[in-house]
């Protein structure tokens, strides 16, 4: 079937990340991304596109830091609560019961519920049609421990993977060998 071109990203399961960063008064703030991917190995950086309104690129913009929370299968419901459109320095946060937990090398926290994290300085920022591309430079990179072998370990973190409004999915892991 053809589809409107507008619908493209309803046809992969994109990892889904919570963003998390602070306002220069230090009010958190959260809120969940689906267009989300690594560009560079390095330095290493991690980029999301952003809607040009929304709280996380003014904070981005204004403090130049951000966490990337990878969140697992168990924190799908919460993103409802995430995304709801909160006036600026109310912490979504805590609105989603969620704990905030400080950072090692940013002021934005971190997400105590996630799986893994990604302390991100911003590098470069660009208009990209009607969204912004914002890339940050991962500073640094930290996994729960029983969340990794080698890779991360798909089967305990669960990661959740968006589609499109209320659609979400949750990976298998399977391991390919080379011929
Ligand atoms: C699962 C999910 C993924 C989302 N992905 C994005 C995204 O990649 N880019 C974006 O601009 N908004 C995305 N949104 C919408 C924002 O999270 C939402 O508008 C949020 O209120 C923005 O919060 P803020 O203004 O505090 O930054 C997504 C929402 C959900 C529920």
Do not use: Q
């Not at 940050?136 to 959740?160: I, M, N, S, T």
């Amino acid at each position: 079937m053809e589809l409107n071109p507008a619908a493209f990203y309803k046809l992969n399961a994109r990892c889904c990340v919570v963003v998390s960063t602070a306002s220069p008064r230090g009010i958190s703030n959260a809120a969940p991304f689906s267009f989300n991917m690594p560009v560079s190995f390095s330095p290493p950086i991690f980029a999301i596109a952003s809607n040009p309104g929304h709280d996380t690129w003014r904070n981005i913009r204004e403090t130049r830091e951000f966490v990337v929370n990878f969140v697992g299968e168990e924190l799908g419901e919460k993103m409802h609560i995430l995304e709801r459109d909160y006036p600026y320095e109310v912490s979504e946060i805590k609105e989603a019961g969620l704990t905030e937990v400080p950072s090692k090398k940013v002021k934005a926290p971190r997400i105590g519920e996630a799986y893994a994290w990604l302390e991100c300085s911003l590098y470069d920022a660009k208009e990209l049609g009607d969204h912004v591309l914002i890339a940050g430079e991962v500073l640094l990179a930290e996994v729960r421990d029983e969340c990794y072998d080698r890779v991360v370990d798909v089967a305990r973190a669960k990661p959740l993977l968006h589609i499109s409004g209320e659609y979400f999915g949750v990976p298998l892991a399977r391991k390919f060998r080379r011929a």
